[in-house]
């Protein structure tokens, strides 16, 4: 990982050619000097908290996004050993592979459900998309009063703002793989 003024620097001339702004259009839009912004992408300074905030204003950008790694490395994640979060008396095991990303506005997990395992989600809020895919078993799920059994390699999309049940009726492990997505806040 880079140091994050390397991090900021990248991020910030990537952002302004996939704009196609110049230097002093950044300048322009952000109160950040020309001379400041050059220096900054090159790397050569530590841009302040405030610089960085006044650069994400007037991009109109998150804060964050000038700061994280670059989208283009590669993340390889493996499943932890213990699980990030259990319900159903530890027979649904959560395990967050990718948290919340406000780019891309999605997570995504996987979640084990032992065997008779259930599981009940409160509606998430207007607008939130669940996709699930069934990478082993067979997996029932309930959404509303509507009942649907998937096999492995089999997928859902359905809208997360009302009640649904993950529900495993056999006698083995099902795994599936959930992506969340979240509408533009």
Known sequence: MDAIHIRIGQNLQRLRKQRQLSLGKVADLTGVSKGMLHQIERGDTQPTVTTVWKIATGLNISFSSLIKDDDSTISIVNRKKEPDITEDN????????????????IEIFTIVLKPKASYVSTPHNEG??????VVSGEFKIMVKDDAYTLHAGDAIRFAGNVLHQYINDTNEDVVIQVVMHYPDS
């Open 90 to 105: 530890g027979n649904c095991l959560v395990y967050v592979l990718f948290p919340f990303n406000p780019q891309t506005q």
């Open 128 to 133: 939130v998309l669940e996709y699930i895919t």
